[in-house]
């Protein structure tokens, strides 16, 4: 449910174009994109003080009058997601650029960056008054309305449901913004009972603190809570999975089973994980041999036995990565984790910093493809000139004259791609191995429970007659990457 707003910029273009071009905003600047001009702080700037001043015959950065109204230069345009749609960089990236094609053609001069830094996902957008063939672009009530339904449009035809579907038309900025923030009822006995988890020793203990805070807790069919000042209860069950009464048991018992864990580490040189996981295959095997578990074969041509079990192979993954990365316990993965996300965030900047020069790269020598081609043209339209000015602009600026200078962009642009790859290639690895470790914790967290053979053999019994009933054997999962090779490092 994106909102749009937008303000005229009258002065100041340039620190407004390095201000959404931060490289601490947006990824080192790989969400960066650009229309009619070159992505680079510098070289939009002058992309657009190119075609301002050609049209109006005013300067870019005049000074403000003293009296009256001073000249709109550029239109910035925000787009915030809120967090509840779960947008992705990437996605609220492409959704950005597509919305901004839409709402103002193919004409504009436009910078777009999709920051995020902060806890929701928005896209910033500078656009030149004037496009490249001189139309101007106004901003009022009406085409606001408009950029947002195309805004809307955009949204829909990515999955993403508008504001205008989802009861906030009416909506002041303002009220948007503190439900963006998590300011609701919900949130707030969300963070209330996650705070509490961490101190309490029972789930009674926790509701007498929320009781002393001033809540209160209607028990029946379904407990339901009400914060202080909430006019109506709500369900546990509605606020999230995680906060039903079980699961805040659970919660509970797994904050004191990871104590209790580290505790018996010192003194059995940490061979928990080993032994719970190796037990849970023991256990699922005799299982299978007592005829006593669901099939869930992992190769249907082969005979139903526990190495042909999904279930004892994804856990005897698991094993084997435990036992090859040496972790003896959970303090060890957590620490094996925090290292990987150290790595992802240094491959990560490394990434997009080479990225965001071979794009720059990519782009310098398409520009001189087009300047090429427009330049080989008998006539050229009004648009085509101006594009061949700014390429021209730009190419003298980055000191590119001849065809020498081209073969050296091209050979550089080429060795930036095969390191590019390769640092893509690393990251995924470390992508692939942190998500292995959660899925390791996940699975412990389950068999902490104390339930978890129980509630696999549920799973597996619902899957096999849901399948039954679609006429259907069932099929085997998609594995995870590291059960198939080793990640790099």
């Known amino acids: 449910m994106p909102y749009v707003k937008c303000k005229a910029i009258h002065t100041g273009m340039k620190q407004r174009i390095q201000y959404i071009l931060n490289p601490e905003k947006t990824e080192g600047m790989f969400f960066c994109d650009s229309h009619n001009c070159f992505t680079n702080a510098e070289d939009a700037y002058l992309n657009m003080k190119y075609i301002y001043e050609n049209y109006t015959h005013h300067k870019f950065e005049e000074p403000l009058p003293k009296q009256g109204k001073a000249r709109v230069k550029m239109l910035h345009y925000v787009q915030s997601f809120s967090p509840d749609d779960n947008v992705t960089p990437e996605l609220a990236h492409r959704m950005g650029k597509a919305w901004i094609r839409k709402a103002f053609g193919d004409n504009v001069q436009a910078v777009i960056a999709t920051h995020t830094d902060k806890a929701h996902i928005h896209n910033h957008v500078l656009i030149n008054v004037f496009g490249i063939d001189g139309h101007k672009y106004n901003s009022n009530k009406k085409t606001l309305s408009e950029v947002r339904e195309h805004s809307d449009r955009v949204c829909l035809a990515f999955d993403i449901q508008p504001i205008m579907n989802n009861k906030h038309m009416g909506m002041t900025y303002k009220e948007w913004d503190a439900r963006r923030k998590g300011m609701s009822w919900k949130e707030q006995i969300r963070r209330e009972i996650d705070t509490l988890v961490l101190s309490s020793k029972s789930y009674d203990e926790l509701a007498a603190a929320l009781e002393e805070k001033g809540y209160e807790i209607k028990y029946g069919m379904h407990t339901a809570i009400r914060a202080p000042g909430q006019k109506r209860f709500t369900r546990l069950s509605t606020i999230g999975d995680e906060y039903t009464i079980d699961s805040i048991n659970s919660r509970i018992l797994w904050k004191d089973d990871l104590g209790n864990a580290s505790r018996e580490d010192s003194y059995n040189k940490g ?111 009004l648009s085509e000139k101006m594009r061949l000015q700014i390429i021209k602009q730009t190419l003298s600026r980055h000191g590119i004259r001849d065809k020498a200078d081209i073969d050296r962009l091209a050979a550089e642009n080429r060795e930036l791609a095969e390191k590019t790859s390769a640092l893509k290639n690393e990251l995924e690895g470390c992508h692939n191995l942190k998500k292995a470790y959660q899925e390791i914790k996940d699975t412990y967290n389950d068999i902490s429970k104390g339930d978890y053979i129980s509630k696999l053999i549920e799973r597996n019994r619902a899957l096999e007659n849901s399948s039954h009933e679609q006429g259907s054997p069932t099929q085997s999962t998609v594995l995870p990457t590291y059960d198939k090779k080793k990640p790099k490092l």
């Open 271 to 381: 061979q928990v994980l080993t032994i719970c996981f190796a037990g849970i295959i023991t256990q699922l095997a005799k299982r299978i041999v007592d005829g006593k578990k669901p099939e869930l074969k992992r190769d249907e041509k082969l005979p139903y036995l526990p190495n042909n079990d999904r279930d004892v192979f994804q856990i005897g993954a698991q094993l084997a990565l435990i036992n090859r990365m040496n972790i003896h316990s959970i303090g060890e993965l957590e620490a094996k984790s925090e290292e990987t996300d150290k790595m992802i965030r240094k491959l990560t900047e490394e990434f997009n910093a080479l990225n965001t020069q071979h794009s720059e790269l990519e782009k310098l020598l398409q520009q001189i493809e087009v300047y090429y081609d427009l330049s080989s043209r008998d006539k050229l339209s």
